[in-house]
């Protein structure tokens, strides 16, 4: 039985902790073998049936870094057309990315209809091939914060547009669209609690007996 | 910017490599304090727009339990029934729960259409909320294992009889059914390698420019 120490579980509650989602970037560059190292974190995450259907896209060019951020400040507009008064005047306030200037940006989609795992766990649940993608990515959200790295999770994008812009195949499902690099600050407080905008509710974590 | 060592490093990398799928759980009776403490860590999980989506239900009834082994009793036979030959006869040996033996059981649920977050980050991919309770599971998932303990998430269910027989609301989905205990044995290599239904890829985790 491989054990923990308990000067490596207060570690790892302060990681857990100061592992925040970032919107605000320094332009430092990354090495691209620490970008391949947090990668790799990917292998020790698990998945349905060992089916591993994550496919990680790095956008490298300018033309296709510049064809998410459109797909972005597109979808945000509409969003923010969702918003009324007080709330819409916070919405338009916030920055909801840092696609403007993350050094690394990377697409992870799922490949929904893998052969690999054989379907093994999928029948009832098709959505668990998306949801091992999700683990992977936290995985390596929390080895990127123990490098320093900040992570931040875009969602406000059209994903079918994603997924044309980027000419991958018509089978992989966008899950993430992920902006990386050096933290321009750091705090233990999420940005949409500073601004007012949502507070964390610690009830939340009590369990309902059944 | 707070800084982690070299040391802790490589042992979150050990934790990451330890955590593995469990299936075979010891009877050992886990203090609620401690599990409660894991689950603690859904505070520290990302969420969309602060939603914090996660419903926890902690099954400890007989009552229910037996409900939920039946139901993954029975897919799990409608799942064996696509497989045939060899592989059927390979599917029917895998132990792909612990249903009987787990000595904690959880059903986490999404809360669909929670106001909370004010759909931040949600109107074009909704599904960002059953991202955040996964999310939220993983980081609990090395939390408890750095505790020792081990956890199974089970998918070979119906999630609408599950919610229905466990009588939570409508617009709850459930995400994951988690088995957790003491595990009778470790080892780094995934039981579905050891046993030969699939393999680890590691060039899955190589980037894709674009």
Known sequence: ?????????SELSALM????????????????????ECLDVFQDAPSVGLSE?????????????????????SANADALADYDGEKANLYASLKLSGMKDAPVQLAIFCEEDTPKGGGLGAQTMPEMRRYSVVAAIMTFWLKARAHGLGLGWVSILDPDQLRADLDVPNNWTLVAYLCMGYPQQETLTPELETVGWEARDPELTKVIER
Chains 1, 2 share one sequence.
Do not use: Y
């Open 1 to 9: 039985m491989r054990e923990f120490s308990q000067d490596f579980q």
């Open 17 to 36: 902790k100061w592992r925040r989602d970032v919107r605000h970037f320094k332009t430092d560059t990354v090495p691209q073998d620490l970008i391949q």
């Open 53 to 73: 259907p994550w496919r990680i896209v790095q956008l490298k060019t300018d033309a296709s870094r510049q064809k998410a951020l459109e797909n972005f400040q």
